[in-house]
């Protein structure tokens, strides 16, 4: 069979190289995105290998004329696949799944990060400012995180928190069973009240929408660290900016922000972007920003690509695919 990867990074060529002799494919590379523009590049391919790009019913239409039956995202978030399209023209698409440690090591390193301030102690000690104004810290040992969204990498989190003697309450539509005498799970309107830090792990569906808002906002401590590894999406960005500036939310961390994919993994140096939120969330001492890099370690970037591949194979040859969604 033949796959056709778009979005490709020069970091993941050796994969793709490795993993194609492995599975015995034959592959496309293109470091363009599928787009109407660039979908002709699929034709003799059975499987398409992309990462966050839109990927809408004129896609997709275009996709069943060429004679692709499947649709691989490199990546857990399955969003920007208009999967009512796919299952209306009969093709398949699934996600992947990659190392739990990348996002789940990254969320603690941000969770500590906040705590400590380190983005205002790095740039301070950058001009020679040695001073400890306004940079005196928290111990996490002391505090309640609250972790929305138990799924793998929320779990992760959790195990990786405990070592450190914090108290975690945790909220989940599905509470795991599994992890009840590790963690306490509660309303979610109860965690909101009594985290000093929240951490977002959950996906980005209907019921998750602007979940972070003026009206849970209102609900929790002053000074409460909001922490997002997980989708933009979570968060109402307006409202987050508000609460900062009231000073409700003490610090955030945000590896994602809403109406982030036009930017992130490009370059605008000497650019003006558009993105009004994004330079305003910038401007403040207390919110440290990362441009959606908390997948990026060897071994995840290694397990999308085997991963997509091994996913887009099983479909093609009618064997079971424990990453296709439709």
């Given at each position: 069979?033949?796959i056709?990867?778009?979005s490709?990074?020069?970091?993941?060529?050796?994969?793709i190289?490795t993993?194609s002799?492995?599975y015995?494919?034959?592959?496309?590379?293109s470091?363009?995105?599928?787009?109407?523009?660039?979908?002709?590049?699929?034709?003799?391919a059975?499987?398409?290998?992309?990462?966050?790009?839109?990927?809408?019913?004129?896609?997709?239409?275009?996709?069943?004329?060429?004679g692709i039956i499947?649709?691989?995202?490199?990546?857990?978030?399955?969003d920007?696949?208009?999967?009512?399209?796919?299952?209306?023209?009969?093709?398949?698409?699934?996600?992947?799944?990659?190392?739990l440690?990348?996002?789940?090591?990254y969320t603690?390193?941000?969770?500590l990060?906040?705590?400590r301030?380190?983005?205002?102690?790095?740039?301070?000690?950058?001009?020679?400012?040695?001073?400890?104004?306004?940079?005196r810290?928290?111990?996490?040992?002391?505090l309640?995180?609250?972790?929305i969204?138990t799924?793998?990498?929320?779990?992760?989190?959790?195990?990786?928190?405990?070592?450190?003697?914090?108290h975690?309450?945790?909220?989940?539509?599905?509470?795991?069973?599994?992890?009840?005498?590790?963690?306490e799970?509660?309303?979610?309107?109860?965690?909101?009240?009594?985290?000093?830090?929240i951490?977002?792990?959950?996906?980005?569906?209907?019921?998750?929408?602007?979940?972070?808002?003026?009206d849970?906002?209102?609900?929790?401590?002053d000074?409460?660290?909001?922490?997002?590894?997980?989708?933009?999406?979570?968060?109402?960005t307006?409202?987050?900016?508000?609460?900062?500036?009231?000073?409700?939310?003490?610090?955030?961390?945000?590896?994602?922000?809403?109406?982030?994919?036009?930017?992130?993994?490009k370059e605008?140096?000497?650019?003006?972007?558009?993105?009004?939120?994004?330079?305003?969330?910038?401007?403040?001492?207390?919110?440290l920003?990362?441009p959606h890099?908390?997948?990026?370690?060897?071994?995840a970037?290694?397990?999308?690509?085997?991963y997509?591949?091994m996913s887009?194979?099983?479909?093609?040859?009618?064997?079971?695919?424990?990453?296709?969604?439709v």
């Open positions: 069979m033949k056709a990867f778009f490709v990074r020069d970091d993941e060529i050796d994969f190289q993993f002799k492995k015995q494919i034959e592959v496309s590379i470091r363009e995105a599928l787009t109407l523009e660039t979908v002709h590049e699929c034709q003799n059975q499987a398409v290998s992309i990462m966050t790009t839109k990927t809408d019913e004129k896609i997709i239409e275009k996709l069943k004329e060429y499947y649709i691989s995202t490199r990546t857990i978030g399955f920007h696949i208009d999967l009512k399209a796919c299952e209306e023209s009969g093709i398949h698409a699934g996600n992947v799944s990659y190392s440690a990348s996002v789940a090591e603690v390193m941000l969770i990060m906040a705590l301030n380190i983005k205002l102690i790095v740039e301070r000690f950058a001009s020679q400012d040695f001073s400890l104004n306004n940079i810290g928290k111990e996490l040992t002391h309640t995180v609250g972790v969204g799924g793998k990498i929320g779990q992760e989190v959790i195990r990786y928190l405990s070592g450190f003697s914090c975690i309450i945790a909220y989940d539509i599905y509470p795991n069973e599994k992890i009840k005498d590790t963690v799970y509660v309303s979610l309107e109860k965690l909101f009240k009594e985290s000093d830090v951490t977002l792990h959950a996906p980005s569906i209907e019921k998750t929408y602007h979940m972070i808002n003026k849970s906002l209102s609900t929790m401590k000074g409460v660290v909001i922490i997002n590894t997980a989708r933009g999406t979570l968060i109402d307006d409202d987050m900016i508000e609460a900062i500036e009231n000073k409700k939310i003490g610090y955030a961390a945000l590896d994602v922000i809403e109406n982030e994919s036009h930017l992130y993994y605008y140096k000497n650019e003006v972007i558009s993105h009004r939120q994004l330079a305003i969330l910038r401007s403040f001492p207390n919110v920003l990362t890099t908390a997948f990026f370690t060897n071994q970037v290694s397990d999308m690509v085997e997509s591949i887009s194979k099983a479909t093609y040859e009618n064997k079971d695919n424990p990453w296709q969604i």
